[in-house]
Protein backbone atom coordinates (compact mmCIF):
# COMPACT_ATOMS: atom_id res chain seq x y z
CA UNK A 1 0.00 0.00 0.00
CA UNK A 2 2.90 2.36 0.88
CA UNK A 3 4.03 1.87 -2.76
CA UNK A 4 0.95 2.92 -4.40
CA UNK A 5 -0.08 5.73 -1.89
CA UNK A 6 3.04 7.05 -0.02
CA UNK A 7 1.45 10.31 0.52
CA UNK A 8 -2.67 8.98 1.53
CA UNK A 9 -3.88 12.49 2.83
CA UNK A 10 -2.40 14.33 -0.35
CA UNK A 11 -4.12 11.59 -2.20
CA UNK A 12 -7.08 11.96 -0.46
CA UNK A 13 -7.25 15.98 -0.96
CA UNK A 14 -6.32 15.63 -4.58
CA UNK A 15 -8.93 13.71 -5.38
CA UNK A 16 -11.83 15.60 -3.75
CA UNK A 17 -10.17 18.98 -5.34
CA UNK A 18 -10.42 17.34 -8.41
CA UNK A 19 -14.18 16.42 -8.30
CA UNK A 20 -14.82 19.50 -6.36
CA UNK A 21 -13.35 21.68 -9.17
CA UNK A 22 -14.99 19.80 -12.06
CA UNK A 23 -18.31 19.66 -10.20
CA UNK A 24 -19.30 16.07 -11.37
CA UNK A 25 -19.33 12.57 -10.85
CA UNK A 26 -19.47 11.52 -14.24
CA UNK A 27 -16.83 8.68 -15.04
CA UNK A 28 -14.05 11.01 -17.12
CA UNK A 29 -14.32 13.21 -13.99
CA UNK A 30 -13.27 10.32 -11.09
CA UNK A 31 -11.33 8.63 -13.81
CA UNK A 32 -9.34 12.08 -14.07
CA UNK A 33 -9.31 12.32 -9.73
CA UNK A 34 -8.19 8.84 -9.45
CA UNK A 35 -5.18 9.68 -11.49
CA UNK A 36 -4.11 12.93 -9.66
CA UNK A 37 -4.67 11.02 -6.99
CA UNK A 38 -1.89 8.33 -8.03
CA UNK A 39 0.07 10.47 -9.78
CA UNK A 40 0.67 13.45 -7.76
CA UNK A 41 2.42 10.97 -4.58
CA UNK A 42 4.97 9.39 -6.56
CA UNK A 43 5.94 12.83 -8.13
CA UNK A 44 6.95 13.73 -4.36
CA UNK A 45 8.20 10.63 -3.34
CA UNK A 46 10.85 10.90 -6.34
CA UNK A 47 11.32 14.60 -4.90
CA UNK A 48 12.10 12.87 -1.31
CA UNK A 49 9.93 14.79 0.47
CA UNK A 50 9.24 14.50 3.94
CA UNK A 51 5.97 12.84 4.90
CA UNK A 52 3.44 15.44 7.16
CA UNK A 53 3.09 14.38 10.45
CA UNK A 54 0.23 15.75 12.56
CA UNK A 55 0.32 15.27 16.28
CA UNK A 56 -3.12 16.43 17.34
CA UNK A 57 -5.95 16.81 14.76
CA UNK A 58 -7.87 18.18 17.38
CA UNK A 59 -5.34 21.58 17.57
CA UNK A 60 -5.90 21.25 13.52
CA UNK A 61 -9.95 21.99 13.82
CA UNK A 62 -9.15 25.00 16.43
CA UNK A 63 -6.71 26.36 14.70
CA UNK A 64 -9.51 26.10 11.32
CA UNK A 65 -11.61 28.06 13.40
CA UNK A 66 -9.87 30.74 14.49
CA UNK A 67 -8.32 31.07 11.15
CA UNK A 68 -11.98 31.81 9.46
CA UNK A 69 -12.92 33.96 12.40
CA UNK A 70 -9.57 36.25 11.88
CA UNK A 71 -10.21 36.19 8.33
CA UNK A 72 -13.79 37.34 8.84
CA UNK A 73 -12.76 39.95 11.31
CA UNK A 74 -10.09 40.93 9.41
CA UNK A 75 -12.19 41.50 6.19
CA UNK A 76 -14.23 44.07 8.10
CA UNK A 77 -11.39 45.80 9.99
CA UNK A 78 -9.48 46.47 6.42
CA UNK A 79 -13.17 47.30 4.38
CA UNK A 80 -13.36 49.52 7.28
CA UNK A 81 -9.54 51.19 6.79
CA UNK A 82 -10.19 51.40 2.96
CA UNK A 83 -13.51 53.16 3.06
CA UNK A 84 -13.54 55.13 5.68
CA UNK A 85 -9.81 56.37 5.01
CA UNK A 86 -9.25 56.51 8.55
CA UNK A 87 -6.06 59.19 8.47
CA UNK A 88 -4.80 57.94 11.57
CA UNK A 89 -3.86 54.57 10.75
CA UNK A 90 -0.34 53.89 10.34
CA UNK A 91 1.30 50.09 8.35
CA UNK A 92 4.70 48.66 9.53
CA UNK A 93 6.90 46.03 9.57
CA UNK A 94 7.27 43.87 13.03
CA UNK A 95 9.64 41.24 14.04
CA UNK A 96 7.88 38.34 15.39
CA UNK A 97 10.45 36.04 17.29
CA UNK A 98 9.49 32.33 16.27
CA UNK A 99 9.64 28.79 18.35
CA UNK A 100 8.10 26.89 15.32
CA UNK A 101 11.14 25.57 13.60
CA UNK A 102 8.99 22.59 11.72
CA UNK A 103 8.98 23.45 7.44
CA UNK A 104 5.69 22.65 7.18
CA UNK A 105 4.25 24.28 10.22
CA UNK A 106 6.22 27.64 9.01
CA UNK A 107 4.59 27.05 5.84
CA UNK A 108 1.26 27.04 7.10
CA UNK A 109 1.71 30.23 9.27
CA UNK A 110 3.00 31.60 6.10
CA UNK A 111 -0.57 31.15 4.14
CA UNK A 112 -2.59 32.14 7.34
CA UNK A 113 -0.61 35.54 7.46
CA UNK A 114 -0.54 36.19 4.07
CA UNK A 115 -4.27 34.95 3.36
CA UNK A 116 -5.26 37.33 6.51
CA UNK A 117 -6.15 40.77 5.09
CA UNK A 118 -3.91 43.47 6.12
CA UNK A 119 -0.90 41.56 7.12
CA UNK A 120 1.47 39.90 4.94
CA UNK A 121 4.35 37.42 5.74
CA UNK A 122 7.70 39.24 4.25
CA UNK A 123 10.75 37.44 5.03
CA UNK A 124 11.45 34.38 7.96
CA UNK A 125 15.05 34.54 9.02
CA UNK A 126 15.45 30.94 10.11
CA UNK A 127 19.09 31.41 11.80
CA UNK A 128 17.57 33.90 14.20
CA UNK A 129 14.06 32.48 13.90
CA UNK A 130 12.68 35.65 13.11
CA UNK A 131 9.65 36.30 10.79
CA UNK A 132 9.10 40.32 9.56
CA UNK A 133 5.43 40.99 8.38
CA UNK A 134 4.09 43.51 7.34
CA UNK A 135 1.01 45.35 9.22
CA UNK A 136 -1.72 47.53 7.38
CA UNK A 137 -2.53 49.27 10.88
CA UNK A 138 0.17 48.69 13.31
CA UNK A 139 -1.49 50.02 16.62
CA UNK A 140 0.95 47.80 18.63
CA UNK A 141 3.74 45.88 17.81
CA UNK A 142 3.65 44.04 21.06
CA UNK A 143 -0.45 42.73 20.62
CA UNK A 144 0.41 41.43 17.20
CA UNK A 145 3.77 39.53 18.11
CA UNK A 146 0.68 38.12 21.46
CA UNK A 147 -1.66 37.10 18.30
CA UNK A 148 0.59 35.22 16.27
CA UNK A 149 2.50 33.32 19.00
CA UNK A 150 -0.62 32.51 21.08
CA UNK A 151 -2.90 31.98 18.47
CA UNK A 152 -1.50 30.81 15.45
CA UNK A 153 1.95 29.59 16.03
CA UNK A 154 0.99 27.79 19.70
CA UNK A 155 -1.19 25.50 17.86
CA UNK A 156 1.15 24.75 15.17
CA UNK A 157 3.55 23.46 17.25
CA UNK A 158 1.16 21.49 18.95
CA UNK A 159 0.19 19.83 15.56
CA UNK A 160 3.32 19.48 13.87
CA UNK A 161 6.57 19.37 16.38
Excluded at 12 to 23: Q, V, Y
Excluded at 53 to 76: E, K, M, Q, W, Y
Excluded at 112 to 139: C, F, K, N, Q
Excluded at 149 to 156: I, S
Amino acid sequence: MKILLPHPLLSAGLFLASLLLSASLAPPSLALAAVMALAAPQVMRAMRIDPVRVRSPRAIVTLAGRVVVDVLRSNLAVAQILVGRRADRVSGFIHIPLDLKDRYGLAVLAIVITSTPGTLWVEYDRARGRLLMHVLDLVDEETWVRIIKDRYERLLMEIFE
